[in-house]
């Protein structure tokens, strides 16, 4: 209340707010110490992931530290699950891992990530054996039988199966 111009009072919010250079160089160590403490999700996707560490790069940049691509890049190939090990080695194979753009990796991991999601849908939706898939029109509370041995699905006991030799009709025998 006792400044009187903007640049005084520019001034005094810019020090209150920012910090001298040791403070700033604390929460920069404690903002890389996080970034090295990352590590991916089994859960996690990978466009989830990379928002998260370059949410901590954006804010060791916003405290004036220079923090490189590569670094993320070397960062995403040590920290992801095995499950993306074949992408890794096609890259390597294909490209100099140490020149790679953060841009190619995520995209090249994206595409295994959504071919894969899209082949576990398949699977899902696909009535193998001829079958028909227990989710689709049932209650998601439906019980799990043992294949009859009559029909060969599963969805009902044995002795309910309408295929049995021994079935009569109620009304009329």
Sequence with gaps: ?????????????KQ????????????????IREFELQKMKESE?????????LGIVNRVRLLGTDF?????????????PEKFETTISSLENS???SSITLAELLNALQA??????????????SKPGGSADNNNNNKSNTQVF?????CKKDNHPQRRCWWRPDVKCNKCG
């Excluded at 996707?45 to 560490?53: A, Q, V």
């Excluded at 490189?68 to 190939?77: E, N």
Aim: aromatic share 10%; proline share 3%.
């Design 112 to 125: 295994q990530e959504q071919r894969r999601f899209m082949n576990k849908n398949k699977k899902r939706n």
């Design 146 to 150: 043992p294949s009859c041995p009559y």
């Design 16 to 31: 209150e707010y920012e910090g001298d250079k040791r403070i700033r160089g604390i929460q920069v160590l404690n903002l």
């Design 68 to 80: 490189f691509y590569s670094r993320i890049v070397q960062k995403i190939l040590v920290t992801i």
């Design 1 to 13: 209340m006792t400044l009187k111009t903007a640049k005084e009072i520019w001034n005094f919010l």
């Design 95 to 97: 490209k100099d891992l």
């Design 45 to 53: 996707t990978i466009k989830e992931y990379s928002d998260r560490l």
